[in-house]
Nanobody, 120 residues
Framework: VQLQPFGGGSVQAGGSLRLSCSAS????????VGWYRQAPGKQRELVAR???????TYADSVKGRFTISRDNANNTQNLQMNSLKPEDTAVYYC???????????????WGMGTQVTVSS
């Protein structure tokens, strides 16, 4: 399974960016998906998560500004980030709990990080 992130980049404070992450491979089904981020000198933290039943979870720091969604038909997840702040600057990583055809359990797969930089 491969997770390919799209989006990211640089934006001024108050601006918006959209991250997407597309899963491909021998996928039987996908459970929860989401995004983590890691800023320099800080631990990786959960940003947003959406379950297979579309239940969402957000870090307190992004509630009301970020929206996570998923497109099950295309194995894609999106993170719409609005009202961005300099403290949102980090490398963002997508993940997906995925079951492949040859296994009977879900395994967590990760995409490569994508840089988000918010300038003041």
């Amino acid at each position: 399974v491969q997770l390919q992130p799209f989006g990211g980049g640089s934006v001024q404070a108050g601006g918006s960016l959209r991250l997407s992450c597309s899963a491909s491979g021998s996928i039987l089904s996908i459970g929860a998906v989401g995004w983590y981020r890691q800023a320099p000198g800080k631990q990786r933290e959960l940003v947003a998560r959406i379950s297979s039943r579309a239940t969402t979870t957000y870090a307190d720091s992004v509630k009301g500004r970020f929206t996570i969604s998923r497109d099950n038909a295309n194995n894609t997840q999106n993170l719409q980030m609005n009202s961005l702040k300099p403290e949102d600057t980090a490398v963002y990583y997508c993940y997906a709990e995925t079951r492949i055809h040859s296994e009977t359990f879900y395994r967590q797969y990760w995409g490569m990080g994508t840089q988000v930089t918010v300038s003041s």
